[in-house]
C-alpha cells in the first residue's frame, strides 16, 4: 500500500502469552504493508510487546485473562495503533520513572517497560471507562513515509 | 530466538540469534545463569544476530550481569546492531555493560 494512504487494520485475542507472537506479528506485518521504516517498525514492535506483556502480566492479574484487541490505522505520515482491553485500568502517566544510572550492582531488575514505551512513539494517550473497558492510543509519525509525501508534493 | 553456546579459551560465547522477547527471554536468562552455576563466569554475548530485544531481554543481561560479577566474571557483549543498541542506550544499559565490534575483541578484553 502506497505511503499517505489510508490504512486501518485489527486483531483480538486473548490476553496470555502465548498469544504475545500474534499481536507482535500483527504490528510487523501493517508496519510492512505501509511501509514504515526499520526505526519505526522496531519501535511500534516493542510498544505492542510492552503494553500486551503488562496487561499478560498485570492488567487481568487475579482475574480471567479477558481480550485485547489492537488496531492499525496511518493516515499520512501518522500511524495509531489504539489497543482496548478491560483489564484493571493503570493510567502509563502513572508508571514511576526507571532508574537509568545506577552501577550494575545496584540497578533495580525490571521497571522499563511503560519507559520504552513512551520512548518509542511520539503520542500516548489512555482513557478508562468502566463500561467500555479501557484504550491506550499510540502515536508515531512515521519518518520513511512522511519523507515519500513530501517528495510527492514536490514533484506535483 | 537461537542460542549456541561455545566455549572460547576461557570465555563462553553465547550467541544469540533471532528476537529476545516477553515469550523467549526466559531461556536466555536460563542459559546464561547455567553457565554462571557451572562456573563460567566470563561470558560474551554475541549479538551479530540479535534483531530485536525487548526489556524482558533487558532482564536477562542485567540479572547475568549480576551474577557474573558476583562470582567475579561478567557478561559483555559483541556485534551489537543499531536497533538493538538503541534500546541499550535508552535504558541506561551502555554505561553498566561493556560491549565490543566483535567476538574478537570482546573476547580478547578478558584478557
Same mark, same amino acid.
Given at each position: &500500500? $502506497?505511503a499517505?494512504?489510508?490504512?486501518?487494520?485489527?486483531i483480538e485475542?486473548?490476553?496470555? *502469552?502465548?498469544n504475545?507472537?500474534?499481536f &507482535?506479528?500483527f504490528?510487523?506485518? $501493517?508496519?510492512?504493508r505501509v511501509g514504515?521504516?526499520?526505526?519505526t517498525?522496531?519501535?511500534?514492535?516493542?510498544?505492542?510487546e510492552?503494553?500486551?506483556?503488562?496487561l499478560?502480566?498485570?492488567?487481568?492479574?487475579?482475574m480471567?485473562? !479477558?481480550?485485547?484487541?489492537?488496531?492499525?490505522?496511518?493516515?499520512?505520515?501518522r500511524i495509531t495503533?489504539?489497543?482496548?482491553?478491560h483489564?484493571?485500568?493503570?493510567?502509563p502517566?502513572?508508571?514511576p520513572?526507571?532508574?537509568?544510572?545506577?552501577?550494575?550492582e $545496584?540497578?533495580p531488575?525490571g !521497571?522499563?517497560?511503560?519507559? *520504552?514505551v513512551k520512548?518509542s512513539?511520539?503520542?500516548?494517550?489512555?482513557?478508562?471507562?468502566?463500561?467500555r473497558?479501557?484504550?491506550?492510543?499510540?502515536?508515531?509519525?512515521n $519518518?520513511?513515509s512522511?519523507?515519500?509525501?513530501? !517528495?510527492?508534493k514536490?514533484?506535483? | 530466538?537461537?542460542?549456541?553456546?561455545?566455549?572460547?579459551?576461557?570465555?563462553?560465547?553465547v550467541?544469540?540469534?533471532g528476537s529476545?522477547?516477553g515469550?523467549t527471554?526466559?531461556?536466555?536468562?536460563q542459559?546464561?545463569?547455567e553457565?554462571?552455576?557451572?562456573g563460567?563466569?566470563?561470558?560474551?554475548a554475541d549479538?551479530?544476530?540479535?534483531?530485536?530485544?525487548?526489556?524482558?531481554?533487558?532482564r536477562?543481561?542485567?540479572?547475568?550481569?549480576?551474577?557474573?560479577r558476583?562470582?567475579?566474571?561478567?557478561?559483555?557483549?559483541?556485534?551489537v546492531?543499531?536497533?538493538?543498541l538503541k534500546?541499550?542506550?535508552?535504558?541506561?544499559?551502555?554505561?553498566?555493560?561493556?560491549?565490543?565490534p566483535?567476538?574478537k575483541?570482546?573476547?580478547?578484553?578478558?584478557?
Amino acid at each position: &500500500m $502506497a505511503a499517505g494512504m489510508d490504512s486501518a487494520l485489527a486483531i483480538e485475542h486473548v490476553a496470555s *502469552l502465548e498469544n504475545l507472537p500474534r499481536f &507482535m506479528s500483527f504490528i510487523d506485518d $501493517a508496519c510492512k504493508r505501509v511501509g514504515a521504516d526499520e526505526d519505526t517498525a522496531y519501535a511500534l514492535r516493542l510498544a505492542i510487546e510492552e503494553v500486551c506483556i503488562n496487561l499478560i502480566h498485570y492488567g487481568y492479574k487475579g482475574m480471567a485473562p !479477558g481480550p485485547i484487541r489492537v488496531s492499525f490505522r496511518q493516515r499520512g505520515d501518522r500511524i495509531t495503533i489504539k489497543i482496548h482491553d478491560h483489564a484493571r485500568p493503570f493510567d502509563p502517566a502513572m508508571a514511576p520513572q526507571p532508574d537509568l544510572t545506577s552501577d550494575a550492582e $545496584a540497578r533495580p531488575i525490571g !521497571g522499563l517497560g511503560w519507559y *520504552l514505551v513512551k520512548q518509542s512513539v511520539d503520542e500516548l494517550d489512555y482513557q478508562s471507562d468502566p463500561a467500555r473497558g479501557n484504550v491506550l492510543t499510540l502515536t508515531k509519525h512515521n $519518518a520513511q513515509s512522511r519523507q515519500q509525501v513530501t !517528495g510527492r508534493k514536490r514533484a506535483s | 530466538m537461537e542460542l549456541s553456546v561455545k566455549p572460547a579459551g576461557n570465555v563462553v560465547v553465547v550467541e544469540i540469534r533471532g528476537s529476545v522477547d516477553g515469550l523467549t527471554a526466559d531461556k536466555l536468562l536460563q542459559t546464561l545463569t547455567e553457565q554462571v552455576q557451572a562456573g563460567h563466569v566470563r561470558l560474551v554475548a554475541d549479538c551479530a544476530g540479535l534483531d530485536y530485544t525487548s526489556s524482558a531481554g533487558l532482564r536477562a543481561l542485567l540479572g547475568t550481569v549480576k551474577q557474573a560479577r558476583q562470582k567475579g566474571g561478567d557478561l559483555r557483549l559483541a556485534a551489537v546492531r543499531a536497533p538493538v543498541l538503541k534500546v541499550l542506550e535508552l535504558s541506561g544499559f551502555t554505561s553498566i555493560l561493556k560491549y565490543f565490534p566483535d567476538v574478537k575483541d570482546a573476547t580478547a578484553s578478558f584478557g
